[in-house]
């Protein structure tokens, strides 16, 4: 079994900073893309940013030159540093991880949610 724990989210004012994490855990062989995903009220779930194993990045435009998205292969961890924040990034944010388990197919897994509030 594979679980994706994040940790990171809160309430900042407007401009403020936050950082994420996402730690994935279980019998994994090999993680490819991990992603942070986010969805706010009567909204669909978009994405926010993601990281190849090799360090390749993309980012969504809303996003750019304000978050910085990493990951730490050795310890199956994910981050993202959120700088510069507006109240429209207000959102549940959803960790993703494109995940080879022990025994059995490669699939996407994904985190429980945590909620960013920007306060303007």
């Known amino acids: 079994q594979v679980q994706l724990v994040e940790s990171g989210g809160g309430l900042v004012q407007a401009g403020g900073s936050l950082r994420l994490s996402c730690a994935a855990s279980?019998?994994?062989?090999?993680?490819?893309?991990m992603g942070w995903y986010r969805q706010a009220p009567g909204k669909q779930r978009e994405l926010v940013a993601r990281i190849i194993s090799g360090g390749s990045t993309n980012y969504d435009d809303s996003v750019k030159g304000r978050f910085t998205i990493s990951r730490d292969n050795a310890e199956n961890t994910v981050y993202l540093q959120m700088d510069s924040l507006k109240a429209e990034d207000t959102a549940v944010y959803y960790c993703?991880?494109?995940?080879?388990?022990?025994?059995?197919?490669?699939?996407?897994?994904w985190g429980q949610g945590t909620q960013v509030t920007v306060s303007s």
């Open positions: 279980g019998s994994i062989v090999s993680i490819n893309t």
């Open positions: 993703n991880a494109n995940v080879r388990p022990l025994g059995l197919r490669i699939r996407d897994y």
